[in-house]
């Protein structure tokens, strides 16, 4: 398991890139009350009560 932590300002032009090997899980942590969407891979994930779980 590998964790990475960094507080972001999320905006619209916020971006972050990394690349993987393996099959993995990305597991974004925001403020609980967001619900926005987030764009990972192409794909809008929706956020609830500020968690989005993605399998990569």
Known sequence: MLFLTE???????????????????LTLVLNSDFSKYILVDGVKYQAAKGLITVVL
């Open 7 to 25: 507080f972001l300002n999320i905006e619209t032009s916020t971006s972050i890139s990394f690349t993987t090997d393996n099959t993995s899980t």
